[in-house]
């Protein structure tokens, strides 16, 4: 059955195009600094929101209708999901797709009977998968959403509770490698806390710490060679969750021995709750080794909630891409649209309009983004600003061979430093020349 008949295969038409349905600056075969434009951008698909996404809200259910539901068997529900899901990733030329295990097959009543349904899903993916030769870009376990998990998975009070979302972890991490993912991603769902007056946030943490020590053993006794992720996100579901941001998950990381075994999966709009610029999240990462994949979405400036609205500013897009670009671009990573069409977007034909158009935000994000390096400006600007550190005393400084003591010499033979503008609005002028 065909799922989306209205829609044709999406092309490249051009600048000058004013078809609706097509893309006018994302034109996957065009090279950029020697790669093509499918290879740096890595743009996958998320199963959640784009085919499980009704549009429900804390205020109504949900107003979207997909023929894929029509169906009172959970089941036939999840293959035609699957079936629908590969028609679109395909007709929409994307490479990549992620999941939730709990996206692609519903629960049963236990937890055998839920990983039977799941093998069953999982198979009729990999068909899918190497019949239209799209790959997983990363697969996780939804531990948040059962109410088992409401007081946390990893971080959860009880023991029994750990267990179950380990074991769903264990499941998820089998079927993400016998689908060849790239990676396997931690999202902290519901770990963190509403009050402290209910809550030992020493031993949650060190809790956390072991699940991903088990995970990372696990990974070993089976041969699964892909990255783990973990994202960072500062609030909701929780008040405080723990994976905060990139510099708290470091930290984290470190304190428990952790750090060599996981990369972050940065998200837009988690970035901002943080109180960060996207772009200083996936700077963070960089400086530290640990940019691993993006999920590319964004928020609404009056709003304070994960809004997940699909990318639309260039700005944004255009300056990811110079700071992803300048790190030498994704290795296991890619740009997930981990963001939901609006609740009055009922129409399939809306899901091809938000991808298209996040797909062409982020292609002239690139083509910025790539004159912007070549240029090198503000490489330039920047090596200059430090060259003081170069040679001289600057440079003895760094090298640590000169402490305050030899500071205060410094200063009694050479006086008051001479200032330099930091010339952030000639700069940011040259930055809109690139849009
Ligand atoms: C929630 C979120 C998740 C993760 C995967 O805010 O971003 O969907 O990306 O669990
Ligand atoms: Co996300």
């Given at each position: ?16 195009s ?5 893309f006018?600056h ?26 499980k ?8 259910p ?10 009172d ?10 079936e ?6 395909t007709?929409?030329?994307?490479d ?26 999982a198979?009729l993916?990999?068909?899918l ?22 007081s ?17 972890v ?11 993912g ?12 509403e009050t402290?007056?209910?809550t ?12 991903l ?61 943080a109180?960060?610029s996207?772009q ?14 993006v ?9 304070g ?8 500013d ?6 990811a ?12 990573g ?5 963001a939901?069409?609006?609740?009055q977007s ?44 170069n040679d ?14 030899e ?8 006086g ?15 930055l809109?020349?690139?849009?």
């Open positions: 059955m065909e799922y989306f008949p209205n829609i044709k295969q999406i092309t490249y038409e051009g600048t000058d004013k078809n609706p349905l097509a006018k994302y034109d996957c075969r065009q090279k950029i600094l020697g790669k093509t434009m499918a290879d740096h951008l890595r743009f996958a698909v998320c199963y959640w929101h784009t085919f996404g009704t549009g429900s809200d804390p205020f109504g949900g107003t979207i209708v997909r023929n894929y539901n029509s169906s068997d959970p089941m036939r529900i999840a293959e035609m999901t699957m629908a899901a590969f028609e679109f990733f007709k929409l030329g994307v990549f797709w992620c999941f939730h295990d709990r996206d692609i097959s519903p629960e049963a009543q236990t937890l055998k009977e839920t990983n039977t349904r799941l093998d069953k899903i198979k993916a990999k068909k998968q190497s019949d239209n030769n799209i790959k997983l870009l990363w697969g996780t376990t939804n531990a948040f959403s059962n109410r088992r998990f409401m946390g998975a990893g971080t959860n009070p009880s023991p029994h509770v750990f267990a179950y979302a380990a074991s769903q264990k499941k998820a991490m089998e079927i993400t490698k016998e689908l060849g790239a990676a396997y991603l931690f999202w902290g769902g519901r770990e963190g806390y402290l007056l209910n030992d946030m020493k031993r949650e943490l060190e809790h956390l710490a072991i699940l020590q088990m995970a990372v053993d696990y990974k070993k006794d089976i041969g699964f060679n892909g990255q783990f992720y973990i994202e960072p996100k500062p609030k909701e579901p929780t008040k405080h969750q723990y994976d905060f941001d990139a510099g708290n998950c470091y930290a984290f990381l470190q304190k428990y021995n952790l750090a060599k075994h996981f990369k972050l999966n940065i998200e837009a709009n988690h970035a901002t709750l109180g960060h996207f200083h999240e996936l700077q963070f990462c960089i400086d530290n080794g640990l940019l691993g994949s999920d590319a979405n964004r928020g609404d400036l009056f709003l909630w994960d809004t997940d609205q699909f990318p639309t260039i700005y944004e897009t255009t300056l891409m110079y700071t992803i670009l300048r790190s030498g671009g994704f290795t296991t890619g740009l997930n649209f981990d939901k069409v609006r609740r009922i129409d399939p034909t809306d899901l091809f309009h938000a991808h298209i158009g996040a797909m062409d935000v982020f292609a002239r994000g690139l083509k910025n983004a790539a004159k912007m390096l070549t240029d090198g400006v503000f490489e330039d600007v920047i090596k200059q600003r430090y060259a003081g550190w001289g005393f600057g440079a003895k400084i760094e090298k640590k061979t000169a402490g305050l003591k500071c205060e010499n410094y200063i009694l033979e050479h008051e430093p001479e200032l330099q503008s930091g010339r952030q609005e000639f700069l940011e002028n040259i809109n020349s690139y849009i």
